[in-house]
Antibody
Framework: EVLLVESGGGLVQPGGSLRLSCSASGFTFRDSWMDWVRQAPGKGLEWVANIKPDGTKKEYVDSVKGRFTISRDNARNSLYLQMNSLRADDTAVYFC??????WGQGTLVTVSS | DIQMTQSPSSLSASVGDTVIITCRAS??????LSWFQQKPGKAPKSLIYGAANLQSGVPSKFSGSGSGTEFTLTISRLEPEDFATYYCLQYSFYPRTFGQGTRVEIK
């Protein structure tokens, strides 16, 4: 059974940083594309970033380019999202996803003073 | 960026009805389209990939069709657990883009 568990969310002030983690099991992580998707309160889904299995290719939505960094540790079956220069409009539940097929339960990030 | 436009934004239907949700892409995306179901407070659940392929474990009451710019999700014989919000997603181009969602409510 595929299991994705996000952690690291919380309350942060505008301009602050946060690092999200996603622990994966139940599939061959090192062979899998991984994505982050977010959902602002009461809004729709927004794709944020993804990363190639070997970590050599990363793509981002324009609104987070230069501020967010996706990374992975295949030895630890873990996916990360480093979020810097956070803004109020980054407030959302952040979901980790295995190739947009399997999803974690999400972790809430709130950016507010 | 590819814009994905879903219609309708919401609909009311009764148990046993068949509903059709449409997703239109702003440019051709071949069959690189997925459909998701999301219930309040829960993660999205993948229903269909490649426009018409059912994910493992998803009941055959869900079906998808289309290619290029026009896609449909059909839900047959609505049951109470099918009332949810449905999203399409294109994965042909970066950035990946979702439709705005279609809320299916009980009439």
């Amino acid at each position: 059974e595929v299991l994705l568990v996000e952690s690291g969310g919380g309350l942060v002030q505008p301009g602050g940083s946060l690092r999200l983690s996603c622990s994966a099991s139940g599939f061959t992580f090192r062979d899998s594309w991984m994505d982050w998707v977010r959902q602002a309160p009461g809004k729709g889904l927004e794709w944020v970033a993804n990363i190639k299995p070997d970590g050599t290719k990363k793509e981002y939505v324009d609104s987070v380019k230069g501020r967010f960094t996706i990374s992975r540790d295949n030895a630890r079956n873990s996916l990360y999202l480093q979020m810097n220069s956070l803004r109020a409009d980054d407030t959302a539940v952040y979901f980790c996803s295995h190739s947009l097929n399997d999803w974690g339960q999400g972790t809430l990030v709130t950016v507010s003073s | 960026d590819i814009q994905m436009t879903q219609s309708p934004s919401s609909l009311s239907a009764s148990v046993g009805d068949t509903v059709i949700i449409t997703c239109r892409a702003s440019q051709a995306i071949s069959d690189s389209l997925s459909w998701f179901q999301q219930k309040p407070g829960k993660a999205p659940k993948s229903l269909i990939y490649g426009a018409a392929n059912l994910q493992s474990g998803v009941p055959s009451k869900f079906s998808g069709s289309g290619s290029g710019t026009e896609f449909t999700l059909t839900i047959s014989r609505l049951e109470p657990e099918d009332f949810a919000t449905y999203y399409c997603l294109q994965y042909s181009f970066y950035p990946r883009t979702f439709g705005q969602g279609t809320r299916v409510e009980i009439k």
